[in-house]
C-alpha cells in the first residue's frame, strides 16, 4: 500500500508536522529521506529494510557505498545524500558549539564528538580546543593509535592549544569494537594531563570515551577527574 493511501495521521511527513521530527521513528525519518520505495515497498517499508540489514542508523550512516548499494533501490545517488546530511549535521553542531558555552549542552556536545570518531577502524584522539568562555574554537584529530593502542604526547597537545589561543581542552577518544568505559590508563592519563597542562593556563575540562552503539561516557560527569579550573 502506497503512503498516500494510509490515514492521514499515519503519513511519516503529516506527522512531522504535526507533532515534530522527534515523534517520528527511525525508520519515519529515513522515509521522509528517501521519498519514495522501490517495487511493492513503501518508503517506509524499505526505510524498515534498511535499519534491519544494517542495525542502527548510525550503522547505515557508516556503510561504504558497496554495502550500500546491496540493498535494492539504494545507490551511489543515494549514498551521496546520506554523507551530505551526515556531514551537515556535524558542521550545524560544530557552529552552535562556536556560539555557545559547549558544556550547557552536553547532550549535542556528546553526539558532535561521535560525529568526528565515526568509522575509526584504530584508536583515534581529538581535542575540543575552547576559548574564555568554553566556546568551541576548532578540533583537531591529535593521534591515531592501533585498535587497542592510544599514543598521546603532551608537547603536541600543548603546541596545538597554544597555536589556536585555546584557554580549555576537552579530549576525546574511541574504543573501536569495546565499551566506552574508561580503563584505568584512561583515567591516570588525563589526571596527569590536567596537572600538566594547569601551570601553563589550559585547562581539560573533560575526556570523552567513545564506542559504537553507547553514549559517549564523560570522565568529568563521572567524577574520574576534576571539574576545577
Known amino acids: 500500500m502506497s503512503i498516500t493511501d494510509w490515514p492521514v495521521h499515519d503519513r511519516p511527513r503529516e506527522k512531522l508536522l504535526n507533532g515534530g521530527a522527534g515523534a517520528l521513528t527511525d525508520a519515519e525519518l529515513l522515509a521522509i529521506f528517501l521519498r519514495v520505495g522501490v517495487h511493492g515497498k513503501s518508503a517506509v517499508d524499505l526505510a524498515q529494510d534498511l535499519i534491519a540489514h544494517f542495525g542502527t542508523l548510525a550503522q547505515l550512516f557508516n556503510a561504504s557505498l558497496d554495502e550500500l548499494s546491496q540493498i535494492k533501490g539504494m545507490g551511489q545517488a543515494k549514498y551521496v545524500q546520506l554523507q551530505a546530511v551526515f556531514e551537515m549535521s556535524r558542521r550545524a553542531l560544530a557552529d552552535s558549539a562556536s556560539q555557545h558555552t559547549v558544556i550547557a549542552d552536553l547532550p549535542a556536545l556528546k553526539t558532535l564528538i561521535q560525529l568526528h570518531l565515526r568509522n575509526a577502524a584504530s584508536e583515534q584522539c581529538i581535542a575540543l580546543f575552547l576559548d574564555p568562555s568554553l566556546r568551541l574554537m576548532h578540533i583537531e584529530t591529535l593521534s591515531e593509535g592501533t585498535p587497542t593502542t592510544l599514543n598521546l604526547h603532551v608537547r603536541t597537545l600543548v603546541q596545538r592549544a597554544l597555536s589556536v589561543n585555546a584557554h580549555a581542552i576537552i579530549l576525546a577518544h574511541n574504543h573501536p569494537n569495546g565499551s566506552a568505559q574508561p580503563s584505568e590508563d584512561d583515567i591516570r592519563t588525563t589526571q596527569a594531563l590536567q596537572e600538566q597542562l594547569r601551570p601553563l593556563g589550559l ?24 571539574t576545577l579550573f
Not at 564523560?218 to 567524577?223: D, R, V
Request: glycine fraction near 8%; hydrophobic fraction near 40%; include cysteine.
Open 203 to 226: 585547562y581539560l575540562i573533560d575526556h570523552f570515551i567513545v564506542a559504537d552503539g553507547q553514549t559517549p561516557y564523560s570522565l568529568a560527569e563521572n567524577g574520574c577527574i576534576s
